[in-house]
């Protein structure tokens, strides 16, 4: 961490360098599903996939949690919006089709909306009553897609909607294999830089919001609220842009996944992933862009991680399998979660200003 | 975005110790890998691991015999994955069962992720057989890859809803579901079939699968007064039910689907479950040729019963081995067709797919708990 | 029978458990201000290890009777219970008190992932049959069925709870406790071992838990490495609704919880003309929670904060 700190205190002192810097950067993005799917196989580049799925999730509900400290645990609930929503206007259960970019901002609205309808009555209510009811909104969203049914069906229940169109661009349906330039690129290299631009633009957006006078109001919020208030910052309307655009990402996200998928069904959206996206954002480090973005891809990456290795490693080292692979792959994960917390309380790569405030809050 | 790449770095030189194993066994038979999945964490992994067994079982007994396709002597080796009954992580492991080049896959346990997954194989090519998700869904999607050994819902629904009213003499039903995707598909087929024999339905109720106290809604059923009630759901609720619903003191039958004619069933229910009835698609275990022989190489291997889709995965490897030999290839391409004609003697029952891969003309079987044990009653349909 | 009757006596039985395994979760926020999440999977660990008592009691001393042995798997759940929170304490809670306030939730996760694959690894993935020690009888009461076993839960329960407001009102421990959960640092001044006055709550509530997974798991014969989560996820909500840090809030919440599952699950069909049914159980135990915090937002016996603390 802190030879990346210098690294980029050098190349900051040089633009030429800081070009260089993006373009090797840019050059390792474009590739890296390549040399993934050469090495180690097509899988890895679905796992990564999903993790840039994962990222912008776990930004979006860094926006609630990091920046305006509000404790959301029933994020998943607009994602699960979202990819119901991209399910149900692009798929043959209501025979509708919309292509993705009249899709993309009504699923992205609806969730929105569904922010704005769990703010509303909660603007009230702090830090762990927040958490419950947000919890509670979660599991009622689920229990309404997983249920909706009967007496009218909309969301076929439990079995979920199959057939999601993906995301087609000039008839070409991007889940599929095309040639370009010579290259076979499969449905999932292609997902792959789909999902890397749109997380491009949510890094860029989260860091510019950050930056703006609405990212200090949050962290204003985050702070002190009553001292937010009494500097003349309308709380109510921050607070409920902070669920919005929160919910945004989510739905957004939703979207892709329903999309890459081509099947969504309410098991994709219970209570331990909004628990696991949460994990992201404070494992990573709360409130920092960055830091949420490795917290996301490190939590993704390391149970397939641990899925290919558990059986191994016991192999190696005691010359037999004693313990079930897939028990020690979870047991592994769970320890994993209390020792960085224990070594590093604020998160793998905490914004730097962070640290101050953090202890300040805790001395109440 | 620079640790990233550290990170995968990392993550390559991790992956490669695993890999690269080379394509013949020590002895130097050829291996071929054959894939299960199934969930092996979480609250339904005692059945995942049950069809895991059941697939190795099959498996060893091939390695055993030591077959031989295209003049080579086959080693199948079984990469068994765990998908955590969680849509996402299905086409995962899929998409590893794919990379790990295996020819043919036995999985995945539930619809939900039996469907995203088919996916993935049905574009690569690799013939997948489920030994338990009934969804309906599942084969019709037009996939040429996709089979199932188990008789989906609407074949299993329908034997139900007509015993429930012909043989039962039921009028008034009460039907809960436990809103898994499988629970849900029985209980609309039941109730369909039940209505459409002349029934009412009383009321429909649901539970969760994560609940052990159905009170509340038994307590509604009971003033209903139903002839029969019927659960599409798992064992290791019907049991507690069973309990709960004596304590009540409702008198209706009880009646349900394959996930409750179990062992286990009889263990969790107790005395209460006695006079509970209940079907399982094809022919009782212990009238098959190879079937008591398998319960009991089961227990001696594993020192555990049968949970319930054991000998389904068993079958369903069984005929994937077959289907290679009879073809003379491990290509999936090439045994694919073959594995379309089958026409296999499992210890579940005659194997034959109809054009989509349901199993055809699939028999159930239907049992009732007397003293304990289950009893064979009689089987229904069935062509064979 | 009346149906009504019924329907509150399940409530009542439902309640109780909750309001047992809410105490747990309300005695660690009232002094720490954490959620426990891991409280939960304590209380699934007590109910195996009772299970595992009584079966080993079986096969080693079947001439035993009944009551001993459900006494000695009880006295050994609770200390394995005890034991076990005062570990998790230790290690993963204690490092962190002065972290940001969202770090020990993920080690409480992290703890709860970690107990149950250990209890996984340790008694296998199977539904576990509890046996019956005892002969219950059913009782008919206004109308409504209800067995000795419910009885002796609601019972059990009762008694827990009273003691544990006795423990707390009148003793030393509990004046410790409460000043502890005013202020941390005051307390350490008037000479208090916070450390001790913490882990000793901690293993109260787990000793309660340990209790309640007992209970549980005798109510419906079955015990599995995954029954905390629902249960703790629920006794949670439960203190939340009675007002988190105060214990006759947690008895309030759970008792409420438990009435409005199970007459929400019977009646919400007639309410809603038949649109929603019982599915829509979990929601209306939802709705009623979001309803009761947009009014009270500290919830029902939660004491007003003032707006700095």
């Known amino acids: 961490m802190f030879l990346i700190e210098r690294a980029r205190v050098m190349i900051a002192d040089n633009r030429k360098f800081l070009w260089l810097g993006y373009a090797l950067l840019l050059a390792a993005l474009v590739l890296l599903p390549f040399l993934l799917s050469g090495t180690v196989g097509r899988t890895w580049v679905r796992i990564l996939d999903f993790a840039l799925i994962y990222a912008m999730l776990a930004l979006g509900l860094n926006i609630v949690v990091g920046f305006a400290g509000l404790l959301d645990l029933g994020y998943i609930a607009f994602y699960a919006v979202g990819a119901y929503a991209w399910a149900l206007l692009a798929s043959p259960q209501f025979d509708l089709h919309l292509p993705f970019w009249a899709i993309l901002p009504i699923g992205a609205g609806v969730a929105a909306l569904f922010g704005v309808l769990l703010g509303a009555p909660t603007l009230r209510l702090r830090g762990d009553y927040l958490a419950i009811v947000t919890l509670g909104f979660g599991e009622i969203i689920r229990i309404f897609l997983n249920n909706l049914d009967h007496p009218v069906n909309v969301t076929n229940g439990p079995i979920g909607i199959n057939k999601v169109d993906p995301i087609s661009v000039g008839g070409a349906d991007l889940t599929r294999t095309h040639e370009f330039l010579g290259i076979d690129f499969s449905g999932v290299h292609i997902y792959y830089y789909v999902l890397v631009l749109i997380l491009l633009a949510t890094i860029v957006t989260c860091v510019r919001l950050e930056r703006s006078r609405i990212g200090r109001a949050w962290v204003a919020i985050r702070e002190d609220e009553l001292a937010a208030q009494a500097m003349g910052i309308n709380t109510r309307n921050v607070k409920l842009l902070a669920f919005a655009l929160g919910a945004t990402f989510g739905g957004v996200a939703g979207g892709l996944f329903a999309s890459l998928q081509g099947f969504v069904s309410p098991e994709s959206f219970v209570l331990l992933e909004s628990i696991m996206v949460l994990c992201m954002v404070v494992l990573g480090g709360m409130g920092h862009v960055y830091g949420v973005l490795l917290g996301a891809l490190l939590l993704t990456v390391l149970p397939e991680v641990l899925r290919s290795s558990a059986s191994p490693i016991q192999k190696a080292l005691f010359g037999d399998v004693y313990i079930d692979p897939e028990a020690l792959r979870m047991l592994l994960f769970g320890l994993a979660l209390i020792l960085v917390m224990l070594v590093r309380p604020t998160g793998l790569w905490p914004a730097s200003s962070r640290r101050v405030s953090s202890r300040a809050q805790t001395n109440k | 975005m620079l640790l990233k790449r550290v990170i995968t770095m990392a993550i390559f030189g991790l992956m490669l110790v695993g890999c690269g194993q080379s394509e013949q066994s020590e002895d130097g038979a050829r291996i071929v890998r054959i894939g299960h999945v199934g969930p092996l964490t979480g609250p339904i992994s005692h059945l995942g691991k049950d069809n895991e067994r059941g697939a190795l079982l099959a498996i060893e007994e091939a390695n055993q015999a030591n077959v031989v396709i295209a003049g080579e002597r086959i080693r199948f080796e079984l990469i068994s994955e765990d998908d955590e009954a969680n849509p996402q992580k299905g086409t995962v492991v899929a998409q590893k069962l794919v990379d790990s080049e295996v020819v043919g896959v036995v999985g995945h346990l539930n619809s939900g992720t039996t469907i995203p997954a088919s996916k993935i194989y049905y574009d690569s090519g690799i013939p997948q057989i489920s030994p338990s998700a009934t969804a309906i869904m599942y084969t019709h999607q037009d996939y040429e890859t996709a089979y199932r050994v188990m008789a989906n819902d609407e074949q299993q629904g329908k034997v139900l809803g007509d015993y429930a009213v012909d043989t039962l003499g039921a009028k008034g039903i009460a039907v809960i579901d436990d809103r898994s995707a499988y629970g849900k598909g029985l209980a609309d087929e039941f109730q369909a079939a039940a209505e459409a024999a002349g029934a009412t339905i009383l009321t429909r109720e649901f539970t969760d699968i994560a609940k052990t106290d159905f009170t509340a809604i038994l307590t509604k059923i009971k003033g209903l007064n139903p002839d029969v009630i019927f659960y599409g759901g798992m064992d290791s609720q019907a049991g507690p039910m069973m309990k709960q619903i004596s304590n009540l003191g409702i008198k209706a039958i009880y009646l349900s689907g394959d996930g409750t004619q179990t062992k286990q069933f009889l263990v969790l229910a107790g005395d209460e479950g006695n006079g509970v009835y209940a079907s399982s698609p094809g022919l009782p275990l212990d009238q098959m040729a190879g079937g008591p022989g398998f319960r009991e190489k089961f227990k001696q291997t594993y020192h555990e019963d049968i949970q319930i889709y054991a000998p389904y995965a068993y079958d369903a490897t069984n005929v994937m081995i077959d289907a290679m030999v009879r073809a003379d290839s491990v290509d999936p391409e090439v045994y694919l067709p073959s594995l379309k004609s089958t026409d296999y003697q499992g210890v579940t029952g005659q194997i034959r797919f109809d054009e989509r891969g349901d199993l055809q003309g699939g028999s159930i079987s239907l049992y009732r708990v007397s003293d304990g044990e289950w009893e064979y009653i009689e089987t229904v349909g069935g062509g064979s | ?309």
Not at chain 3, 52 to 79: D, F, G, R
């Open chain 3, 1 to 309: 029978m009346d149906i009504f009757a019924q329907q509150v006596i399940n409530g009542l039985v439902l309640g109780s458990v909750y309001a047992l395994v809410a105490l747990g979760y309300t005695m660690v926020y009232g002094i720490l201000g954490l959620i426990n999440f891991a409280h939960g999977e304590v209380v699934m660990i007590g109910a195996m290890v009772a299970l595992a008592a009584v079966s080993m009691l079986m096969t080693a001393a079947p001439e035993m009777s009944p009551l001993l042995m459900i006494a000695v798997a009880a006295i050994v759940s609770i200390i394995t219970c005890m034991v076990l929170a005062f570990s998790i304490e230790r290690l993963a809670y204690r490092p962190l008190r002065n972290a940001p306030r969202l770090a020990p939730l993920i080690t409480a996760i992290g703890i709860s992932i970690l107990l149950q694959n250990i209890a996984m690894i340790i008694w296998g993935r199977k539904y576990k049959t509890v046996p019956e020690l005892f002969e219950f009888d059913t009782h008919i009461i206004f109308g409504a069925n209800i067995t000795d076993l419910q009885v002796i839960i609601i019972g059990v329960s009762a008694i827990l709870m009273t003691l544990l407001l006795l423990v707390v009102n009148f003793t030393k421990l509990g004046r410790a406790m409460r000043a502890t959960s005013e202020s941390q640092k005051v307390a350490g001044l008037m000479g208090i071992n916070i450390n001790k006055i913490i882990s000793a709550t901690f293993m109260i509530g787990a000793g309660l838990g340990a209790i309640a997974g007992i209970l549980v798991a005798g109510n419906y014969s079955v015990a599995h490495y995954s029954m905390g989560f629902m249960l703790g996820l629920k006794a949670f909500t439960a203190a939340v609704l009675g007002g988190i840090g105060n214990l006759g809030g947690a008895v309030l919440g759970g008792l409420l919880l438990g009435l409005i599952e199970s007459i929400g699950a019977g009646y919400i069909g007639q309410l809603t003309g038949g649109f929603l049914g019982s599915h829509y159980q979990d929601v209306f135990a939802f709705v009623v929670l979001i309803v009761v915090l947009v009014f009270r937002p500290t919830g029902i016996m939660g004491e007003r904060v003032a707006e700095r603390a």
